[in-house]
Protein backbone atom coordinates (compact mmCIF):
# COMPACT_ATOMS: atom_id res chain seq x y z
CA UNK A 1 0.00 0.00 0.00
CA UNK A 2 2.61 2.49 0.96
CA UNK A 3 4.26 1.55 -2.83
CA UNK A 4 0.88 2.35 -4.63
CA UNK A 5 0.31 5.84 -2.14
CA UNK A 6 3.76 7.14 -3.70
CA UNK A 7 3.68 6.21 -7.13
CA UNK A 8 0.20 8.01 -7.73
CA UNK A 9 0.61 10.97 -6.14
CA UNK A 10 2.40 13.54 -7.95
CA UNK A 11 4.17 16.96 -6.08
CA UNK A 12 2.43 20.08 -6.16
CA UNK A 13 3.78 22.19 -9.17
CA UNK A 14 4.12 19.43 -11.17
CA UNK A 15 1.71 18.99 -13.89
CA UNK A 16 1.18 15.81 -16.08
CA UNK A 17 -0.56 14.95 -18.79
CA UNK A 18 -4.53 14.51 -18.32
CA UNK A 19 -4.76 11.26 -19.56
CA UNK A 20 -1.78 10.46 -17.06
CA UNK A 21 -3.64 11.58 -14.10
CA UNK A 22 -7.15 9.54 -15.09
CA UNK A 23 -4.45 6.51 -14.76
CA UNK A 24 -2.76 7.50 -11.59
CA UNK A 25 -6.31 7.77 -10.21
CA UNK A 26 -7.31 4.17 -11.26
CA UNK A 27 -3.94 3.08 -9.84
CA UNK A 28 -4.57 4.38 -6.85
CA UNK A 29 -7.31 2.70 -6.41
CA UNK A 30 -6.52 -1.27 -7.65
CA UNK A 31 -5.80 -2.41 -3.75
CA UNK A 32 -9.22 -1.40 -2.43
CA UNK A 33 -9.74 -4.07 -0.48
CA UNK A 34 -13.60 -4.38 -2.00
CA UNK A 35 -12.16 -4.37 -5.51
CA UNK A 36 -8.88 -5.13 -6.10
CA UNK A 37 -7.54 -4.99 -9.94
CA UNK A 38 -4.21 -4.88 -10.05
CA UNK A 39 -3.28 -5.13 -13.42
CA UNK A 40 0.84 -6.12 -15.53
CA UNK A 41 2.21 -2.51 -15.24
CA UNK A 42 1.21 -2.19 -11.62
CA UNK A 43 2.66 -6.14 -11.28
CA UNK A 44 5.80 -4.47 -12.02
CA UNK A 45 6.22 -1.30 -10.78
CA UNK A 46 5.08 -3.33 -6.97
CA UNK A 47 7.97 -5.99 -7.98
CA UNK A 48 10.06 -3.22 -8.99
CA UNK A 49 8.75 -0.69 -5.62
CA UNK A 50 10.01 -3.80 -3.44
CA UNK A 51 13.22 -4.19 -4.75
CA UNK A 52 14.10 -0.64 -4.56
CA UNK A 53 13.22 -0.07 -0.98
CA UNK A 54 15.40 -3.36 -0.42
CA UNK A 55 18.31 -1.42 -2.12
CA UNK A 56 18.04 -3.63 -5.17
CA UNK A 57 18.63 -1.46 -8.22
CA UNK A 58 16.56 -1.89 -11.51
CA UNK A 59 18.01 -0.62 -14.58
CA UNK A 60 15.65 -0.91 -17.78
CA UNK A 61 16.60 0.04 -21.07
CA UNK A 62 14.17 -0.39 -24.67
CA UNK A 63 11.87 1.21 -27.29
CA UNK A 64 9.95 3.63 -25.40
CA UNK A 65 9.92 1.35 -22.27
CA UNK A 66 9.85 4.94 -19.48
CA UNK A 67 6.18 4.80 -21.65
CA UNK A 68 5.88 1.45 -22.71
CA UNK A 69 4.92 0.71 -26.08
CA UNK A 70 1.13 0.36 -25.61
CA UNK A 71 1.19 3.28 -23.43
CA UNK A 72 0.39 1.18 -20.09
CA UNK A 73 4.02 1.63 -17.84
CA UNK A 74 4.38 5.26 -17.76
CA UNK A 75 6.84 4.80 -15.25
CA UNK A 76 8.65 8.43 -16.81
CA UNK A 77 6.45 11.31 -16.12
CA UNK A 78 6.25 14.14 -18.32
CA UNK A 79 5.59 17.41 -16.77
CA UNK A 80 2.76 18.85 -19.69
CA UNK A 81 4.30 22.72 -19.30
CA UNK A 82 7.84 22.63 -18.72
CA UNK A 83 9.14 19.06 -20.01
CA UNK A 84 10.56 18.28 -16.86
CA UNK A 85 10.83 14.32 -16.51
CA UNK A 86 9.35 12.94 -12.82
CA UNK A 87 9.98 8.78 -11.86
CA UNK A 88 7.68 8.42 -8.73
CA UNK A 89 9.77 4.94 -8.74
CA UNK A 90 12.62 6.68 -7.56
CA UNK A 91 10.47 8.59 -4.52
CA UNK A 92 9.28 5.82 -2.28
CA UNK A 93 12.16 6.40 0.80
CA UNK A 94 15.13 8.41 1.32
CA UNK A 95 17.27 5.30 1.87
CA UNK A 96 16.02 3.49 -1.84
CA UNK A 97 17.98 1.81 -4.46
CA UNK A 98 17.18 3.85 -8.03
CA UNK A 99 15.19 3.06 -11.00
CA UNK A 100 17.32 3.90 -13.76
CA UNK A 101 14.97 3.87 -17.52
CA UNK A 102 16.63 4.52 -20.66
CA UNK A 103 14.46 5.12 -23.51
CA UNK A 104 17.09 3.59 -26.31
CA UNK A 105 17.62 4.00 -30.09
CA UNK A 106 16.22 1.03 -31.87
CA UNK A 107 19.67 -0.71 -32.55
CA UNK A 108 19.17 -4.14 -30.40
CA UNK A 109 22.50 -5.41 -31.23
CA UNK A 110 24.44 -2.76 -29.48
CA UNK A 111 21.46 -1.83 -26.57
CA UNK A 112 20.89 -5.75 -25.67
CA UNK A 113 25.12 -6.49 -25.66
CA UNK A 114 25.56 -3.41 -23.36
CA UNK A 115 22.86 -4.44 -20.95
CA UNK A 116 23.85 -7.95 -20.90
CA UNK A 117 27.43 -6.81 -20.06
CA UNK A 118 25.70 -4.46 -17.33
CA UNK A 119 24.14 -7.70 -15.88
CA UNK A 120 27.52 -9.19 -15.44
CA UNK A 121 28.72 -6.46 -13.43
CA UNK A 122 25.77 -5.18 -11.58
CA UNK A 123 25.17 -8.15 -9.36
CA UNK A 124 23.01 -6.97 -6.37
CA UNK A 125 19.85 -5.59 -8.59
CA UNK A 126 18.27 -6.21 -11.91
CA UNK A 127 18.68 -5.33 -15.58
CA UNK A 128 16.22 -5.67 -18.02
CA UNK A 129 15.65 -4.92 -22.18
CA UNK A 130 12.11 -4.48 -23.80
CA UNK A 131 11.93 -4.62 -27.26
CA UNK A 132 9.24 -2.82 -29.18
CA UNK A 133 7.62 -5.92 -30.39
CA UNK A 134 8.94 -9.33 -29.55
CA UNK A 135 9.98 -9.34 -33.47
CA UNK A 136 12.76 -7.19 -33.46
CA UNK A 137 15.02 -8.88 -30.86
CA UNK A 138 16.45 -11.10 -34.00
CA UNK A 139 18.44 -8.00 -34.57
CA UNK A 140 20.49 -8.91 -31.19
CA UNK A 141 20.36 -12.57 -32.05
CA UNK A 142 24.34 -12.68 -32.37
CA UNK A 143 24.40 -11.18 -28.76
CA UNK A 144 21.21 -14.00 -27.48
CA UNK A 145 23.23 -16.75 -29.28
CA UNK A 146 26.89 -15.94 -28.33
CA UNK A 147 26.13 -14.59 -24.88
CA UNK A 148 22.60 -14.79 -23.18
CA UNK A 149 22.19 -18.57 -23.63
CA UNK A 150 25.67 -19.64 -23.55
CA UNK A 151 28.12 -17.45 -21.78
CA UNK A 152 27.57 -19.92 -18.75
CA UNK A 153 28.61 -23.09 -19.58
CA UNK A 154 31.32 -21.44 -21.88
CA UNK A 155 32.74 -19.05 -19.22
CA UNK A 156 31.29 -19.27 -16.22
CA UNK A 157 29.82 -15.87 -16.82
CA UNK A 158 26.06 -15.52 -15.30
CA UNK A 159 24.25 -12.86 -15.48
CA UNK A 160 20.19 -12.12 -14.51
CA UNK A 161 19.43 -10.04 -17.51
CA UNK A 162 15.49 -9.91 -18.33
CA UNK A 163 14.43 -9.50 -21.77
CA UNK A 164 10.69 -8.78 -22.15
CA UNK A 165 9.38 -9.64 -25.49
CA UNK A 166 5.80 -8.07 -26.26
CA UNK A 167 4.01 -10.93 -28.45
CA UNK A 168 0.76 -11.80 -29.67
CA UNK A 169 -1.08 -12.41 -32.91
CA UNK A 170 -3.58 -9.31 -32.33
CA UNK A 171 -4.02 -7.50 -35.88
CA UNK A 172 -0.57 -5.40 -35.84
CA UNK A 173 1.01 -7.19 -38.64
CA UNK A 174 3.40 -9.55 -39.58
CA UNK A 175 6.57 -7.39 -37.81
CA UNK A 176 4.62 -6.85 -34.59
CA UNK A 177 3.27 -10.05 -33.60
CA UNK A 178 5.61 -13.07 -32.59
CA UNK A 179 8.80 -12.77 -30.50
CA UNK A 180 9.83 -16.08 -32.14
CA UNK A 181 9.20 -18.27 -29.31
CA UNK A 182 10.82 -21.41 -30.82
CA UNK A 183 14.45 -20.10 -31.48
CA UNK A 184 14.82 -19.52 -27.44
CA UNK A 185 13.49 -23.22 -26.57
CA UNK A 186 16.02 -24.10 -29.27
CA UNK A 187 18.90 -22.59 -27.20
CA UNK A 188 17.34 -24.35 -23.81
CA UNK A 189 20.19 -26.68 -22.16
CA UNK A 190 21.73 -27.72 -18.80
CA UNK A 191 19.02 -25.03 -17.37
CA UNK A 192 21.31 -21.83 -19.17
CA UNK A 193 18.18 -19.79 -18.97
CA UNK A 194 14.40 -19.33 -18.36
CA UNK A 195 11.71 -18.81 -21.23
CA UNK A 196 8.38 -17.68 -19.63
CA UNK A 197 4.71 -16.68 -20.71
CA UNK A 198 2.90 -15.37 -17.59
CA UNK A 199 -0.80 -15.10 -17.94
CA UNK A 200 -1.16 -12.78 -14.79
CA UNK A 201 0.37 -10.22 -12.88
CA UNK A 202 1.30 -11.84 -9.84
CA UNK A 203 3.58 -14.45 -11.99
CA UNK A 204 5.06 -11.26 -13.27
CA UNK A 205 5.54 -10.37 -9.98
CA UNK A 206 7.32 -12.99 -8.25
CA UNK A 207 9.36 -14.01 -11.59
CA UNK A 208 10.91 -10.46 -11.16
CA UNK A 209 11.38 -10.62 -8.02
CA UNK A 210 13.19 -14.46 -8.56
CA UNK A 211 15.54 -12.88 -10.75
CA UNK A 212 16.85 -10.73 -8.08
CA UNK A 213 16.52 -13.08 -4.67
CA UNK A 214 17.14 -16.66 -6.21
CA UNK A 215 20.44 -18.12 -5.07
CA UNK A 216 21.82 -18.24 -8.56
CA UNK A 217 21.31 -16.33 -11.66
CA UNK A 218 19.91 -17.12 -14.52
CA UNK A 219 18.84 -15.27 -17.71
CA UNK A 220 14.80 -14.96 -18.40
CA UNK A 221 13.21 -14.13 -21.58
CA UNK A 222 9.60 -13.35 -21.20
CA UNK A 223 6.80 -13.62 -23.73
CA UNK A 224 5.31 -10.27 -22.55
CA UNK A 225 1.77 -9.67 -23.81
CA UNK A 226 0.11 -7.00 -25.67
CA UNK A 227 -3.74 -7.80 -25.35
CA UNK A 228 -3.74 -8.67 -21.92
CA UNK A 229 -1.53 -5.93 -20.16
CA UNK A 230 -4.72 -4.13 -19.01
CA UNK A 231 -6.45 -7.11 -18.23
CA UNK A 232 -6.82 -7.09 -13.98
CA UNK A 233 -6.00 -10.00 -11.60
CA UNK A 234 -9.02 -9.86 -8.77
CA UNK A 235 -6.97 -11.90 -6.18
CA UNK A 236 -4.77 -9.72 -4.07
CA UNK A 237 -3.37 -12.72 -1.93
CA UNK A 238 -1.48 -14.03 -5.27
CA UNK A 239 0.98 -11.63 -5.07
CA UNK A 240 1.42 -11.75 -0.87
CA UNK A 241 0.51 -15.38 0.09
CA UNK A 242 1.77 -17.46 -3.08
CA UNK A 243 4.95 -17.45 -5.42
CA UNK A 244 5.83 -18.29 -8.48
CA UNK A 245 4.21 -21.38 -10.80
CA UNK A 246 5.66 -22.92 -13.21
CA UNK A 247 2.47 -24.65 -13.92
CA UNK A 248 -1.11 -23.67 -12.64
CA UNK A 249 -4.01 -26.04 -12.84
CA UNK A 250 -7.28 -25.60 -13.80
CA UNK A 251 -8.53 -24.71 -10.36
CA UNK A 252 -12.33 -25.09 -12.02
CA UNK A 253 -12.00 -28.50 -12.32
CA UNK A 254 -13.37 -30.24 -9.01
CA UNK A 255 -13.81 -33.72 -10.12
CA UNK A 256 -10.88 -34.73 -12.46
CA UNK A 257 -13.01 -38.15 -12.97
CA UNK A 258 -15.05 -35.78 -15.46
CA UNK A 259 -12.39 -34.52 -17.82
CA UNK A 260 -12.43 -36.11 -21.24
CA UNK A 261 -9.66 -33.47 -22.52
CA UNK A 262 -6.47 -31.52 -21.26
CA UNK A 263 -5.65 -28.71 -23.10
CA UNK A 264 -2.05 -26.68 -22.34
CA UNK A 265 -1.45 -23.63 -22.87
CA UNK A 266 0.42 -20.14 -22.41
CA UNK A 267 0.07 -16.88 -22.27
CA UNK A 268 -2.89 -14.59 -23.94
CA UNK A 269 -4.80 -17.84 -25.36
CA UNK A 270 -5.49 -19.19 -22.24
CA UNK A 271 -8.00 -16.09 -21.44
CA UNK A 272 -9.61 -17.28 -25.17
CA UNK A 273 -10.26 -20.48 -24.72
CA UNK A 274 -11.62 -19.75 -21.19
CA UNK A 275 -14.08 -17.36 -22.67
CA UNK A 276 -14.56 -20.73 -25.37
CA UNK A 277 -15.44 -22.91 -22.81
CA UNK A 278 -17.99 -21.10 -20.87
CA UNK A 279 -19.20 -20.06 -24.31
CA UNK A 280 -20.21 -23.44 -24.89
CA UNK A 281 -19.91 -24.86 -21.53
CA UNK A 282 -17.10 -27.46 -22.25
CA UNK A 283 -17.50 -28.72 -18.46
CA UNK A 284 -15.20 -31.77 -19.62
CA UNK A 285 -12.21 -29.49 -20.48
CA UNK A 286 -9.56 -28.74 -18.37
CA UNK A 287 -7.30 -25.77 -19.03
CA UNK A 288 -3.81 -26.06 -17.38
CA UNK A 289 -1.45 -22.97 -18.01
CA UNK A 290 2.19 -24.02 -18.68
CA UNK A 291 3.98 -20.57 -17.22
CA UNK A 292 7.50 -21.62 -17.64
CA UNK A 293 8.20 -22.92 -20.22
CA UNK A 294 11.72 -23.64 -19.85
CA UNK A 295 13.42 -25.22 -17.51
CA UNK A 296 10.04 -27.63 -17.87
Not at 25 to 36: A, F, G, I, Y
Not at 60 to 83: K, P, V, W
Not at 137 to 154: L, P
Not at 182 to 201: I, K, W
Request: negative net charge; proline residues 5%.
Amino acid sequence: HSIVSKITAVPSGFTPNPKVVELLVRRSKMLDSQTPAIDWAMGEALAFGSMLLDKKTVRMSGQDCGRGTFSHRHAILHDYNTEEQLVLLNHLSEEQAHLWLYNSPLSEFAVLGFEYGYSAISTDGLTLWEAQFGDFTNGAQVIIDQFISSAEEKWGQVSNLTMLLPHGYEGQGPEHSSARLERFLQLCAEDNMFVCNFTTPAQYFHALRRQVYAPYRKPMIVMSPKGILRQPILVLSEFTDRQFEEIIDDQAITNPETVRRVIFCSGKVYYDLLAERTKIEAHDVAIVRVEQLYPF
